[in-house]
């Protein structure tokens, strides 16, 4: 499953429509339960004036559905999906002083209306006018925040469904798990079928008491803390490769590259090793970014920002909402260091930001008067965690970001997927498009040296000869790391079956 943007998916010409939740003026009562830590603080940041108040900030998720499209049932399909999560249909009020509080409605009270753009049927034009519409009408500050568009395939008989909204009521996890979700509500409401009920559609709103508390409970001395202060010991977040960066527009927006590192039997190589060396493949990915960054840069530490899922029990296995938080990650490598040795600082590094897997980096910086923001993210996933991961990719399931334009942030989203290892980054404009295809190019070599790198080792080979290679499951002590950081998306067909501490991922925030 590819993370990019909705420009560089193409969709299919068709008959558009615009599918929007409505609520009656009084739908909406005060609720006395908390924003989490960074759900605030985003609404802070946002001006309520913005005209375009989405530009760079929604996210979303586009597929194909393998079912002719009925308007009806399509449009029950909604709304039974808004009824079953809290958090989309839930908003802000601004009203008064201090922190935005927060109001929500009924389950019955949404109903979802069709508004059919007749005028917009080429693929082309769909894809313009759906990426300026987002831009205009999503915002964290106005409800709906979510919205959806369905672009009916008369000839062949099926349709095409994107779904955005702003991050505040979603984040990556959810984006993954909406497709499945939607296609088996849109059966169940054709075939007349109840809704399936699950104790595992818990309330963000629940999260957020639960994330507040914990926030409070942080102090100065407190070992995340202590953490992030040594992560930020120079008193910056740390930039990708700042020396080439070139002066550039601020209204250009950032380039994206999407390309495959490893294909499969390179990739089941690789992986075979590490499992002789009994170390995961996250780690193999930061390592061999940080190989790439010293050899490329010349740099021998590697800083960067990690987001991980923060969904602490099973309650909050399915929800929509926005369960992120973000861990420092600090990679040091002794020069001249091979991929072999890097694997290890890498494991240690991750080991160390575990420290911080629990505590609101929103509320860490607050208490370390830090106003900036993480500038370089790094976030790793293993899509085949996902029961129909198969199916996600027969309908073209896409998981998409806005168009950023900012000036100096790069992130990067490593994605292992069914046929390969893949890797997409968006960087600022005047970074050179050559100096970023050199570093990917010198992280693929660093992660296909591993397979060389291990064999060379006579103690490693020695240890393995003769004995099958065995995975080393999420969260092992051989590893070294736990599930918080080590267990990639899980979206089980029964969340009963898993355990708690595999949900907090590895996964992209922002």
């Known amino acids: 499953m590819e993370y990019t943007h909705l420009s560089e998916f193409e969709i299919r010409s068709g008959a558009l429509s615009m599918w929007t939740p409505e609520l009656a003026a009084d739908a909406w009562q005060p609720d006395d339960r908390p924003l989490t830590s960074v759900h605030a603080d985003y609404c802070a ?6 005209p375009l108040p989405g530009r760079g900030r929604w996210i979303g998720t586009v597929f194909e559905m393998d079912a002719p499209l009925d308007g009806p049932t399509w449009r029950e399909t909604l709304r039974r999906w808004h009824a079953r999560h809290e958090g989309l249909r839930t908003t802000v009020t601004t009203a008064s002083a201090g922190e935005p509080r927060r109001l929500v409605a009924a389950p019955t009270a949404v109903d979802i209306t069709e508004q059919p753009v007749a005028d917009c049927t080429d693929g082309t034009r769909i894809n313009e006018f759906l990426s300026g519409t987002l831009e205009e009408r999503l915002s964290p500050l106005v409800w709906p925040h979510c919205l959806a568009a369905t672009v009916e395939h008369a000839a062949t008989g099926d349709f095409t469904v994107l779904v955005a909204a702003d991050h505040s009521v979603m984040d990556a996890y959810a984006q993954a798990i909406l497709i499945l979700e939607l296609r088996t509500l849109y059966r169940e409401v054709m075939a007349g079928e109840a809704s399936r009920e699950s104790v595992t559609f818990g309330s963000a709103a629940d999260f957020a008491v639960l994330e507040r508390a914990s926030a409070a409970e942080l102090g100065p001395d407190s070992p995340a803390v202590a953490t992030w202060r040594e992560f930020l010991a120079d008193g910056a977040m740390p930039r990708f490769a700042p020396q080439a960066q070139r002066p550039a527009r601020a209204d250009l927006p950032q380039p994206s590259v999407s390309r495959r590192l490893l294909d499969l039997p390179e990739l089941e190589q690789v992986e075979a090793v590490l499992d002789q060396v009994r170390h995961r493949m ?36 399915e929800s929509m909402g926005w369960f992120v938080n973000v861990v420092p ?52 996933l293993d899509i085949r965690v996902l029961p129909g991961y198969e199916l996600v990719a ?19 989203w490593v994605v292992r ?4 290892l893949y890797v997409s980054t968006r960087y600022p404009a005047g970074f050179p498009a050559e100096v970023m ?62 355990r708690a501490g595999t949900l907090r991922v590895a996964v992209q925030a922002g």
Not at 45 to 50: E, G, I, L
Not at 417 to 420: E, I, K, L, T, V
Request: proline residues 6%.
């Open 45 to 50: 940041s946002v001006d309520p004036t913005d």
């Open 437 to 498: 295809d050199e570093f990917l190019t010198a992280f693929g070599q660093a992660l296909s040296s591993i397979t060389a790198a291990v064999h060379a080792d006579p103690a490693v080979d020695q240890a393995g000869a003769g004995q099958p290679s065995a995975a080393v499951r999420a969260g092992s002590a051989a590893d070294g790391l736990p599930p918080s950081v080590v267990a990639e998306t899980p979206m089980p067909t029964d969340a009963r079956a898993l």
């Open 417 to 420: 997927a069914a046929d390969g």
């Open 329 to 380: 990650v600090d990679i040091a490598l002794t020069p001249g260091v091979g991929i072999a040795g890097a694997m290890d600082l890498a494991r240690a590094a991750l080991r160390r930001s575990r420290t911080a897997n629990d505590a609101s980096w929103s509320r860490v910086l607050d208490l370390l008067d830090v106003a900036e923001t993480p500038r370089f993210g790094i976030s790793f």
């Open 282 to 317: 996250s780690v193999a990915v930061f390592a061999a970014l940080a190989v790439a960054n010293q050899r490329r840069f010349g740099a021998d530490r590697m800083r960067t920002a990690m987001p991980i899922a923060t969904r602490p029990d099973l309650r909050w296995l």
């Open 394 to 412: 027969d309908l073209r399931g896409r998981t998409l970001r806005a168009e950023s334009y900012s000036a100096d942030e790069v992130f990067l």
